[in-house]
């Protein structure tokens, strides 16, 4: 089992609110603030990474706190309406490992912006989003990766700052990135669009699955179902407020007789193998309530911030080597709105590329899907797919239904660009059909279509 890893971000329909004690963050990572409040508490974050199961505390008024200053390395690519400033610890600080090898790091921040080209198509969001890339590691053990954002010392149901900086269009904490993300390069990768190879773990699949986390699908809890302990306050995700017992729908964390969250279950139920996310829409698009993962033992980093790991989705707790996960089922997109991005959706846009293979694609310009049946299942209702032309003909076979309104369009286009069987090769039903016109003369009359016949 390898384990993905992120950090946990805050929540979301809740906007961060200053404590009775003054500013306090909560983050999984490390938190800071500025004091412009004279109160003589101190101004803490917490960081939390899932399938780290690591937390930081960072008190902003302590004489160690150091402001990180601006990189100058720091890049500003802009996907879809969202600018995405990144900044490479392993750049600046020329570590010549991870994201700054000096043959493979070029490959690996392009998969990096690939990932977030992605996830703005189905964010449907503008404004900015910071990202702190950690120094890498490449002791190939623990975590492939791991990811989260910070939280507000508050106690509140919390999407974390990367939600709370496009929701509010304003930076929540200027000494604070949004999303933290750090990766393992001591493990095998796939560091090409392509797909990976039996022994390769894809590097796409694990960062869209990172930044996810960042974008708060996490859960705050432990095994006792206390957030971490360098809260001082009850502060949970918006993700932990969707979670029930599925038996007896119990609620596992909601507001109590104060107004402030509460853990509402028992311990036995965090590790009962019956924990559902019971957010309206994911449960519409899925068709019930998708279950969470809550193994027993718990699995601290990784427990309650995933979907089941049976479920075909980005946000299963683990992904084997050979194995591409780039694109969100539907009722995933569907979570994403229950925690607060509310405009998430299939994208309006999606491109395909004959010459790729299939499970490769993203449909972004950059990472094309390869077959035309998964632009259609990944295509909003009412978008456009648009077939890059002067490639190859489908060799693919594939015979997509169009099951929804949609507009498909050639670009650069030479030739006819062919989709489905390609002609010269007959079916079996093609064979049956010339056989019965040379022995009975009576064409395809009385085998209906729909009765399954020729
Ligand atoms: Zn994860």
Redesign the pocket.
């Known amino acids: 089992m390898y384990l993905?890893?992120?950090f946990l971000t805050r929540t979301g329909n809740t906007r961060p609110v200053r404590s009775r004690k003054g500013p306090v963050f909560a983050i999984i990572i490390s938190v800071l603030l500025f004091s412009f409040c004279l109160s003589a508490s101190a101004e803490i974050l917490v960081g939390y990474g899932?399938?780290r199961g690591v937390f930081k505390t960072v008190d902003t008024d302590s004489p160690d706190f150091k402001r990180r200053p601006v990189s100058p390395n720091r890049v500003s690519p802009e996907f879809s309406g969202i600018t995405w400033t990144i900044t490479y610890l392993d750049i600046d600080n020329i570590t010549g490992v991870g994201f700054d090898h000096s043959t493979k790091g070029a490959d690996r921040r392009a998969r990096l912006e690939d990932a977030l080209e992605y996830v703005s198509s189905i964010l449907n969001e503008t404004g900015t989003l910071d990202v702190l890339v950690e120094e890498s590691q490449t002791d190939g053990n623990g975590f492939l990766a791991a990811a989260g954002t910070y939280y507000w010392d508050t106690p509140s149901f919390q999407t974390g700052f990367a939600f709370e900086h496009i929701d509010t269009e304003s930076d929540p904490h200027g000494d604070f990135e949004d999303i933290n993300l750090t990766v393992d390069f001591g493990r095998t990768w796939n560091e090409r669009t392509g797909a990976p190879s039996g022994s390769q773990f894809d590097l796409i699949s694990v960062l869209v699955?990172?930044i996810t986390?960042g974008l708060g699908i996490s859960s705050l809890s432990d095994s006792s179902g206390n957030p971490p302990p360098t809260f001082e306050e009850k502060v949970y995700t918006t993700w932990d407020e969707e979670l029930e017992r599925d038996s007896g729908s119990q609620d596992l964390f909601a507001n109590g007789i104060g107004g402030d969250p509460e853990f509402k279950g028992s311990s036995s139920d965090l590790i009962s193998n019956d924990v559902v996310f019971k957010g309206a829409d994911a449960t519409t698009d899925f068709g019930s309530s998708p279950p969470a993962f809550a193994p027993d033992p718990f699995d601290s980093g990784?427990s309650l911030?995933?979907f089941d790991d049976d479920l075909t989705a980005v946000?299963t707790?683990s992904i084997p080597p050979g194995v591409t996960k780039r694109v969100y089922s539907s009722f995933e997109i569907a979570a994403l709105r229950d925690v607060g991005w509310s405009n998430a959706s299939l994208s309006s846009e999606v491109w395909v590329d004959f010459s790729k293979s299939a499970e490769t694609g993203t449909g972004t310009s950059s990472v094309p899907f390869g077959r035309l049946s998964e632009a259609i299942a990944n295509v909003a209702e009412g978008g456009t797919i648009k077939i890059k032309g002067n490639t190859e003909e489908s060799t693919t076979n594939e015979m997509p239904t169009i099951n929804k309104a949609m507009t498909i369009e050639a670009v650069d286009v030479g030739e006819t660009i062919r989709i489905g069987v390609l002609s010269g090769k007959w079916s079996l039903t093609e064979w049956l059909r010339t056989l019965l016109k040379t022995f009975e003369g009576t064409g395809d009359e009385g085998y209906p279509e729909s009765e399954g016949g020729f």
């Open positions: 993905l890893h992120s899932p399938h699955h990172e986390h990784s911030s995933h946000m707790p």
